[in-house]
């Protein structure tokens, strides 16, 4: 198929991966970038380790937590350049959608969009923002999470937020906060190895095959050691991008899942939202 420039251009932005080598990708996945970049990463041609979904070129990642601190919504109000991102304005308005569907029953971007904002929908106010900014203005992200205690944390610049739900009220609130950072930073797939999705699983335990067949270093080693070694790649993904089983970014000399339980034996994260804006 076709694979236009734009496109050449997007998945370059999310790999780092050279031009040629992402059309070569795009074209072989048929266009589909979750394809594409699993093709990358065979083959060693990934250059920054960047998730494709949740992707927004600009705009404002609000995430706000109720007056119980039970529940809290994740939105993202997008643009289309940093300069309309910034503006006190849309950060205003944004900030408002959150609000008010954080104190609704909203389920998905097309319910918000039903609330009443500032006496008009959400809807009408994106179109409004449209006419008077000129920019494509949508909201193209929301989701909610509720536990005994969700923790919000907004990196500075709105361009990354997260919510992070734990099991009980927590003791110090500083421990919630080291957790939502640390999912802000580290960017984990799931709260444990348990829980990472099975097609997760399958695809990196593909791409480990393939990495590990292809490796000069592996040649005529059996087709049961090359599995060994590629379940080792996979154990490292767990590792690596698991919440409870990467390093805290606080103390390298321990694991997240070790600072729980150093802060109450019992705690735990029940599950975590983060959406970071493209880069």
Do not use: W
């Not at 996945?29 to 960047?50: C, F, H, P, T």
């Not at 509720?146 to 009980?168: R, T």
């Not at 399958?202 to 270093?217: C, F, S, Y």
């Amino acid at each position: 198929m076709a694979i236009s420039a734009t496109e050449v251009a997007k998945l370059r932005k999310m790999t780092g991966a050279g031009m040629m080598d992402c059309k070569r990708a795009l074209e072989e996945a048929n266009g589909d970038y979750e394809e594409a970049i699993a093709i990358i990463r065979k083959k060693g041609q990934l250059v920054a380790s960047k998730r494709a979904d949740r992707d927004a070129a600009e705009g404002c990642v609000i995430a706000k937590v109720s007056a119980d601190a039970t529940g809290g919504v994740l939105t993202v109000l997008s643009c289309e350049t940093d300069f309309v991102a910034k503006g006190a304005d849309f950060i205003k308005f944004a900030e408002d959608v959150a609000e008010a569907a954080l104190k609704s029953n909203a389920s998905d971007p097309a319910s918000v969009k039903q609330l009443t904002v500032n006496g008009i929908s959400v809807a009408d106010g994106v179109n409004e923002k449209i006419a008077v900014i000129g920019e494509k203005i949508d909201l193209t992200f929301f989701d909610r999470l509720e536990a005994a205690e969700v923790v919000a944390y907004i990196h500075p610049g709105n361009k990354l937020a997260c919510l992070v739900g734990f099991n009980k009220i927590l003791a110090d609130k500083q421990t919630g906060r080291d957790i939502a950072m640390q999912v802000a930073a580290m960017n984990p797939v799931a709260v444990d190895k348990e829980s990472v999705p099975a097609d997760v699983v399958e695809k990196e335990l593909e791409i480990a095959l393939d990495q590990t067949k292809n490796d000069p270093k592996n040649a005529g080693k059996s087709n049961d050691l090359l599995e060994k070694i590629a379940t080792g790649k996979l154990e490292k993904f767990f590792k690596e991008m698991t919440l409870v089983n990467q390093e805290f970014i606080k103390d390298g000399k321990k694991k997240v899942g070790d600072y729980l339980k150093e802060a109450d034996k019992d705690l735990k994260v029940v599950k975590f939202i983060r959406f970071s804006l493209a880069v």
